[in-house]
Each structure stands twice: as C-alpha cells, then as structure tokens.
C-alpha cells in the first residue's frame, strides 16, 4: 500500500498515537513540532506523514483518543453517581486527576491551543466542539436531576452546566500553573455550595 511506504514493518499505530498524545498534552499543537513528534515515536518525517497525513491529523486523532480515554473518566464519574451532587463531586475529582496525570499539567481540551494564529483555526475548532460536548453531558446530567427531584425545579441546568464547566477550566489552568493536588480539591467544596444556591 502506498500509505505505508517509508513506515517500519513493526511500526505500531497505536502506540505511536499514544506517544504523539503526550507530547501534544505537554506542549500543545502550536508549540509540538515535527521534530518533537517525530523523535517521540521514533521516525523520519516522511513515516510521520504517511501514517498521520499531517500535524494537524494527528493533533485531531490526538485529541480523540484524549476523550475516549483520559478524558472520559471525569464524565463516567459524573454519569454513574447516584446524585447531581455526588457526581458533580466525582467530575471536579476526576478533573483533578486528569490535570495532574501530565507532566505539564491541564486539559488538554483547554490548553492544547491557545495561540489566535490562522494555522490553529482547525486544531482550536476541534477542542471547541470538545468542549461543548463536555458542556451538554453536564447540562444533561443536571436536567435529569432537576427532572427526577434531584435538583428543585427552579434549578437551572444550563447555567449550572456552565458554571461547573467553568471550573474545570479552572482547575486544568491552575494545574498547569503548578498548583498542588489540596489547592486544586481546595476549589471543589465552594463549587459544590452553587447546588445550594439554586
């Protein structure tokens, strides 16, 4: 197959997405360059291309596998708690964990780009439609709430969804300002007090 041409016979895909993943959590797509992708999985330029087509393809599968892996905990955790509060409790939790599971520290889907350059428009799209996929599964597990009693009915999802979304951008900057693991669990308590507001 011409795709596969110039790529090492035991050239493992998925191991290299992995690896490409962690430099691009590390570094974002704007400052990872192709060097750095390529040394991380142990190829020439042309391997990398071949099987990722470019840096912006692999910063997208990057991102992908982000959510389906990493990412996923924070909104599994969110999903299966037996109230709004304990989930919401578990989500910031989760959140942590994923902030402090990376070297550098943060979400990817918060500071993988964060430069406004015209090279970035496809790569910070595609953390946009992320992130506000993470917003619905918020403001969907909180309508369940209200509607089941959970919450009382004035409660309003959708800016609670907002506000909690906020704080994980939140934890995930200051994370990647080098906040401990007890400052980070330090925001969730006051969080968790805007249940009782509403």
């Known amino acids: 197959?011409?795709?596969?041409?110039?790529?090492?016979?035991?050239?493992?895909?998925?191991?290299?997405?992995?690896?490409?993943?962690?430099?691009?959590?590390?570094?974002?797509?704007?400052?990872?360059?192709?060097?750095?992708?390529?040394?991380?999985?142990?190829?020439?330029?042309?391997?990398f291309y071949a099987a990722f087509g470019?840096?912006?393809?692999?910063?997208?599968?990057?991102?992908?596998l982000y959510i389906a892996t990493v990412g996923a905990a924070p909104m599994q955790a969110l999903e299966d708690a037996p109230t709004a509060r304990a989930g919401l409790r578990a989500m910031l939790e989760g959140s942590i964990d994923v902030a402090l599971s990376n070297r550098s520290g943060g979400c990817l889907l918060i500071l993988g780009?964060?430069?406004?350059?015209?090279?970035?428009?496809?790569?910070?799209?595609?953390?946009?439609?992320?992130?506000?996929?993470?917003?619905?599964?918020?403001?969907d597990r909180l309508e369940r709430a209200r509607d089941t009693g959970d919450l009382p009915p004035e409660a309003d999802p959708a800016r609670l969804a907002a506000f909690y979304h906020g704080i994980m951008q939140a934890i995930s900057f200051q994370a990647r300002d080098g906040a401990s693991r007890e400052a980070l669990q330090a925001l969730i308590e006051p969080a968790l007090a805007a249940l009782r507001a509403a």
């Open 54 to 64: 470019s840096k912006e393809a692999a910063f997208r599968e990057a991102v992908d």
């Open 1 to 47: 197959m011409p795709a596969a041409r110039g790529r090492p016979r035991s050239f493992d895909r998925g191991w290299a997405l992995q690896r490409l993943l962690d430099v691009f959590w590390s570094k974002g797509f704007e400052g990872a360059q192709i060097g750095d992708l390529t040394a991380a999985i142990g190829v020439a330029p042309p391997s």
């Open 113 to 139: 780009v964060v430069s406004s350059l015209p090279a970035s428009d496809n790569p910070r799209a595609h953390l946009l439609r992320a992130r506000r996929k993470t917003l619905a599964l918020i403001r």
